[in-house]
């Protein structure tokens, strides 16, 4: 998935929908799918599946840490740089 232009010519910043997936969703990894990192979602969930759901701690612990970057930081380390874990 790309990031959008919006009108104003900013990029759209997927932080709080990412941090919000991320902290309900976590053990799924659609907070990685969301973001556009197909195998680090795949691995999420295999790894929540073995682990009987704890993997999924992986998954909070990273949607947390998306809410508290400030916005440009969180663009420019999971958006721009495409950091996948952590």
């Not at 659609?30 to 704890?54: A, D, N, P, R």
């Not at 949607?63 to 969180?74: A, C, H, R, W």
């Amino acid at each position: 998935m790309e990031n959008r232009e919006l009108n104003s010519g900013k990029v759209e910043n997927k932080k709080v929908t990412a941090g919000v997936l991320g902290i309900l969703l976590g053990a799924f990894g659609v907070h990685k799918f969301y973001l556009g990192y197909q195998k680090e979602g795949i691995i999420q969930l295999i790894v929540s599946v073995v682990t009987c759901g704890i993997g999924g701690m992986v998954g909070f612990v990273e949607g947390i840490i998306y809410l508290t970057k400030s916005d440009d930081e969180f663009y420019q380390t999971y958006q721009v740089g495409k950091k996948p874990w952590f």
